[in-house]
C-alpha cells in the first residue's frame, strides 16, 4: 500500500522556523504525482498551504504563507519538503502531506493519498 509518512512537527515560537518532511513509499511513482501540503487548525476546515509540480518545476502557496514558506521536493528519496520561515501563531495546525495524479491543484478532493499529520505549534 502507498504510504505517505510526514515528520518534522512541533512546538516553537512566533519567529521561528520549521522544516516539515514528507516520505513516500516505494509503491508510488514519487515523481509523477504532484504534492501538496495541507492543514487543519481545530474547528476549522482543512486548508491548502502548497502544492509542487511532478518536476518541481512549478509551485503554488496560498496567500498567508507565500514569502514565508518553500515548498520543494526531492524524487530520487521520495520525499517531499516544506520550508517554513517566520512561524506566526495562526500557523498552528496538523501538516498533512498529500498527493495527487492530476495536478498540483488547491482542492483537497482531488489527492489520492494522504498522510497521517504531523502537529505544529506556534506559541506568542
Known amino acids: 500500500q502507498v504510504q505517505l509518512v510526514e515528520s518534522g512537527g512541533g512546538l516553537v515560537q512566533a519567529g521561528d522556523s520549521l522544516r516539515l518532511s514528507c516520505t513516500a513509499s516505494s509503491g508510488l511513482r514519487f515523481s509523477n504525482y504532484a504534492m501538496a501540503w495541507f492543514r487543519q487548525a481545530p474547528g476549522k476546515e482543512r486548508e491548502f498551504v502548497a502544492a509542487?509540480?511532478?518536476?518541481?518545476?512549478?509551485?503554488d502557496y496560498v496567500a498567508s504563507v507565500k514569502g514565508r514558506f518553500t515548498i520543494s521536493r526531492d524524487n530520487a528519496k521520495n520525499t517531499l519538503y516544506l520550508q517554513m520561515n517566520s512561524l506566526k501563531p495562526e500557523d498552528t495546525a496538523v501538516y498533512y502531506c498529500a498527493a495527487s495524479s492530476v495536478s498540483y491543484i488547491n482542492s483537497r478532493h482531488e489527492y489520492d493519498y494522504w498522510g497521517q499529520g504531523t502537529q505544529v505549534t506556534v506559541s506568542s
Open positions: 509542487i509540480s511532478w518536476s518541481g518545476r512549478l509551485s
